[in-house]
């Protein structure tokens, strides 16, 4: 059966006042790393990615099978792509920052706090819940099986089925279908993470912060 995961990210940035940063209206960010291929499919047809090409609003991102991606969205936020994986770019909110929506597959959100920037308030929705990030970097994909959110850094809110859990950092939760509740938090253990990065990142630990 084809379990597909779809999610909204609503990313909240603060705007430096006399920032000299302007980008084009459909501009989203950029692509900082990628292994093996990838594209972006827009009104316009669709385009192969690489290092430093642009990513646009409205663009639907798709990685190849044994392929990865990073991309820097604004100035802060960074998100890392598994193999397998569709993600929709949407057009930025007033003063919410992004959209996205997880078609398929997993992925490493990290909202990198520098001088000038604010904190990142997040909110996925998905057929599994309402995730409410604060500040953060998390994980999300399928993981055992189920949708799995594991918490590195910050706070996150899982609510689905009438009931919400609250992730601190080093704790996950899994949503085994949509309709169910998340199960309680828990620590999950060093190999299952080390499985979750590695699927995304195609290395077992937390990429550097830079």
């Given at each position: 059966m084809d379990r597909r995961f779809f999610v909204m990210l609503v990313a909240s940035v603060s705007t430096?006042?006399?920032?000299?940063?302007?980008?084009?209206?459909?501009?989203?960010?950029?692509?900082?790393?990628?292994?093996?291929k990838a594209v972006a499919?827009?009104?316009?047809?669709?385009?192969?990615?690489?290092?430093?090409?642009?990513?646009?609003?409205?663009?639907?991102?798709?990685?190849?099978?044994?392929?990865?991606?990073t991309l820097r969205l604004g100035r802060s936020t960074i998100v890392h792509l598994g193999p397998a994986?569709?993600?929709?770019?949407?057009?930025?909110?007033?003063?919410?920052?992004?959209v996205l929506e997880l078609v398929d597959g997993s992925m490493l959100y990290d909202h990198v706090r520098s001088s000038g920037s604010g904190s990142s308030n997040a909110l996925i929705r998905s057929p599994y819940g309402l995730i409410a990030v604060r500040g953060t970097r998390f994980w999300a994909g399928p993981s055992k099986g189920r949708f799995g959110i594991f918490l590195d850094?910050?706070?996150?809110?899982?609510?689905?089925?009438?009931?919400?859990?609250?992730?601190?950092?080093?704790?996950?939760?899994?949503?085994?279908?949509?309709?169910?509740?998340?199960?309680?938090?828990?620590?999950?253990?060093?190999?299952?993470?080390?499985?979750?990065?590695?699927?995304?990142?195609?290395?077992?630990?937390?990429?550097?912060?830079?």
């Amino acid at each position: 059966m084809d379990r597909r995961f779809f999610v909204m990210l609503v990313a909240s940035v603060s705007t430096c006042a006399g920032s000299a940063v302007v980008l084009a209206a459909d501009a989203a960010g950029t692509v900082t790393a990628m292994t093996g291929k990838a594209v972006a499919i827009s009104s316009e047809g669709e385009r192969a990615l690489a290092p430093g090409a642009a990513i646009r609003n409205g663009d639907e991102i798709t990685t190849a099978a044994a392929s990865r991606l990073t991309l820097r969205l604004g100035r802060s936020t960074i998100v890392h792509l598994g193999p397998a994986t569709r993600l929709k770019v949407e057009p930025h909110l007033a003063e919410a920052g992004g959209v996205l929506e997880l078609v398929d597959g997993s992925m490493l959100y990290d909202h990198v706090r520098s001088s000038g920037s604010g904190s990142s308030n997040a909110l996925i929705r998905s057929p599994y819940g309402l995730i409410a990030v604060r500040g953060t970097r998390f994980w999300a994909g399928p993981s055992k099986g189920r949708f799995g959110i594991f918490l590195d850094h910050g706070r996150v809110d899982v609510s689905a089925s009438g009931h919400t859990v609250r992730l601190t950092p080093g704790l996950g939760t899994d949503i085994a279908w949509p309709g169910d509740a998340p199960t309680a938090p828990r620590r999950w253990p060093a190999a299952r993470v080390r499985e979750a990065l590695t699927q995304t990142t195609g290395r077992p630990r937390m990429p550097s912060r830079k």
